[in-house]
């Protein structure tokens, strides 16, 4: 699964392990949980598991300028406004 991020100059994208990939398709069918939602949680996952610091700062500054997802070649829009306000209510 290919995560794009939208910066000033460029469209980047990086991609996700394949364990991750693998625990959202569960999480997907246990929970009915929306996309984004589930997309947000393995990146959060995967930043937990890489915690080099330097990756980290810019993958988090990747979480800012996502625009979307690109499961096998196709686009569908994440709605950060919505995770950033699940993330607030559950914490």
Do not use: C, H, W
């Not at 991750?20 to 990146?43: M, N, R």
């Not at 993958?59 to 995770?83: H, Y």
């Amino acid at each position: 699964m290919t995560i794009l991020e939208q910066t000033k100059s460029q469209r980047k994208t990086f991609t996700l392990p394949a364990y991750i990939v693998k625990e959202l398709e569960t999480y997907a069918i246990d929970f009915g949980k929306k996309q984004s939602q589930i997309i947000a949680i393995a990146l959060e996952e995967f930043l937990n598991r890489n915690k080099t610091t330097n990756k980290v700062n810019k993958r988090m500054d990747a979480l800012d300028n996502l625009i979307g997802i690109a499961p096998e070649g196709s686009l569908k829009d994440l709605d950060m406004k919505e995770i950033r306000l699940k993330k607030a209510l559950d914490a």
